[in-house]
Nanobody
Framework: QVQLVESGGGLVQAGGSLRLSCAAS????????MGWFRQSPGKEREFVAA????????NYANSVKGRFTISRDNAKNTVVLQMNSLKPEDTAVYYC?????????????WGQGTQVTVSL
Protein backbone atom coordinates (compact mmCIF):
# COMPACT_ATOMS: atom_id res chain seq x y z
CA GLN A 1 0.00 0.00 0.00
CA VAL A 2 1.58 3.25 -1.17
CA GLN A 3 1.64 6.03 1.39
CA LEU A 4 2.64 9.65 0.97
CA VAL A 5 3.68 11.45 4.14
CA GLU A 6 4.14 15.21 4.24
CA SER A 7 6.24 17.09 6.75
CA GLY A 8 7.56 20.58 7.30
CA GLY A 9 4.42 22.62 7.81
CA GLY A 10 4.06 25.16 10.57
CA LEU A 11 3.55 28.78 11.51
CA VAL A 12 5.63 31.51 9.90
CA GLN A 13 5.44 35.27 9.59
CA ALA A 14 4.71 36.90 6.27
CA GLY A 15 7.88 37.12 4.19
CA GLY A 16 9.31 34.00 5.76
CA SER A 17 10.06 30.57 4.32
CA LEU A 18 9.04 26.96 4.86
CA ARG A 19 10.17 23.74 3.28
CA LEU A 20 7.69 20.92 2.80
CA SER A 21 8.75 17.35 2.11
CA CYS A 22 6.77 14.40 0.85
CA ALA A 23 8.11 10.89 1.27
CA ALA A 24 6.65 7.85 -0.44
CA SER A 25 6.66 4.46 1.22
CA UNK A 26 5.04 1.05 0.98
CA UNK A 27 6.37 -0.32 -2.28
CA UNK A 28 8.38 0.17 -5.43
CA UNK A 29 7.48 3.38 -7.16
CA UNK A 30 7.44 4.62 -10.71
CA UNK A 31 5.94 8.03 -10.92
CA UNK A 32 4.90 10.09 -13.89
CA UNK A 33 4.43 13.20 -11.76
CA MET A 34 4.47 14.32 -8.18
CA GLY A 35 2.93 17.53 -7.03
CA TRP A 36 1.50 19.75 -4.34
CA PHE A 37 -2.01 21.04 -3.84
CA ARG A 38 -3.52 23.18 -1.09
CA GLN A 39 -6.90 23.85 0.44
CA SER A 40 -8.01 26.80 2.56
CA PRO A 41 -11.16 26.79 4.71
CA GLY A 42 -14.22 27.28 2.57
CA LYS A 43 -12.30 26.88 -0.68
CA GLU A 44 -11.75 24.04 -3.08
CA ARG A 45 -8.46 22.25 -3.30
CA GLU A 46 -6.18 24.01 -5.78
CA PHE A 47 -3.06 23.10 -7.70
CA VAL A 48 0.23 24.57 -6.47
CA ALA A 49 3.11 22.88 -8.30
CA ALA A 50 4.07 19.69 -10.09
CA UNK A 51 7.18 17.98 -11.35
CA UNK A 52 7.59 15.30 -14.02
CA UNK A 53 9.72 12.48 -12.69
CA UNK A 54 11.58 12.12 -15.99
CA UNK A 55 12.82 15.29 -17.60
CA UNK A 56 12.40 17.39 -14.46
CA UNK A 57 9.77 19.61 -16.10
CA UNK A 58 7.96 21.74 -13.54
CA ASN A 59 4.88 23.90 -13.56
CA TYR A 60 3.37 26.24 -11.01
CA ALA A 61 0.19 28.05 -10.20
CA ASN A 62 0.46 31.71 -11.13
CA SER A 63 -0.05 32.69 -7.51
CA VAL A 64 3.20 30.99 -6.42
CA LYS A 65 5.47 31.47 -9.44
CA GLY A 66 8.78 33.02 -8.47
CA ARG A 67 8.24 32.22 -4.79
CA PHE A 68 7.86 28.42 -4.62
CA THR A 69 10.18 25.78 -6.03
CA ILE A 70 9.43 22.10 -6.42
CA SER A 71 12.28 19.60 -6.59
CA ARG A 72 12.98 15.94 -5.97
CA ASP A 73 15.43 13.70 -4.20
CA ASN A 74 15.64 10.46 -6.18
CA ALA A 75 17.61 8.61 -3.56
CA LYS A 76 14.96 9.29 -0.93
CA ASN A 77 11.98 9.09 -3.31
CA THR A 78 10.99 12.47 -1.93
CA VAL A 79 9.55 15.61 -3.43
CA VAL A 80 10.22 18.98 -1.80
CA LEU A 81 8.37 22.29 -1.97
CA GLN A 82 10.50 25.26 -0.98
CA MET A 83 8.23 28.18 -0.16
CA ASN A 84 9.74 31.66 0.08
CA SER A 85 8.25 35.13 0.52
CA LEU A 86 5.20 33.60 2.10
CA LYS A 87 1.98 35.60 2.26
CA PRO A 88 -1.06 35.25 4.54
CA GLU A 89 -3.04 34.03 1.55
CA ASP A 90 -0.71 31.03 1.32
CA THR A 91 -2.26 29.75 4.55
CA ALA A 92 -3.77 26.34 3.82
CA VAL A 93 -3.44 22.62 4.30
CA TYR A 94 -0.88 21.44 1.77
CA TYR A 95 -1.24 18.01 0.20
CA CYS A 96 1.29 15.94 -1.67
CA UNK A 97 0.02 13.90 -4.61
CA UNK A 98 1.47 11.33 -6.98
CA UNK A 99 0.53 10.26 -10.48
CA UNK A 100 1.83 6.72 -11.13
CA UNK A 101 3.50 5.91 -14.45
CA UNK A 102 0.88 3.37 -15.48
CA UNK A 103 -0.38 4.89 -18.71
CA UNK A 104 -3.18 6.90 -17.12
CA UNK A 105 -3.10 10.55 -16.14
CA UNK A 106 -4.50 11.05 -12.68
CA UNK A 107 -3.46 12.06 -9.21
CA UNK A 108 -4.01 8.65 -7.64
CA UNK A 109 -2.19 8.90 -4.34
CA TRP A 110 -2.56 11.64 -1.72
CA GLY A 111 -0.92 12.45 1.57
CA GLN A 112 -2.79 13.38 4.71
CA GLY A 113 -1.86 17.05 4.48
CA THR A 114 0.27 19.43 6.50
CA GLN A 115 -0.88 22.80 7.83
CA VAL A 116 0.88 25.97 6.74
CA THR A 117 -0.11 29.17 8.53
CA VAL A 118 1.31 32.55 7.54
CA SER A 119 0.72 35.40 9.96
CA LEU A 120 0.97 39.12 9.37
Amino acid sequence: QVQLVESGGGLVQAGGSLRLSCAASGGTFSWSRMGWFRQSPGKEREFVAALRWSGFTTNYANSVKGRFTISRDNAKNTVVLQMNSLKPEDTAVYYCAADPADGTIRWEYWGQGTQVTVSL
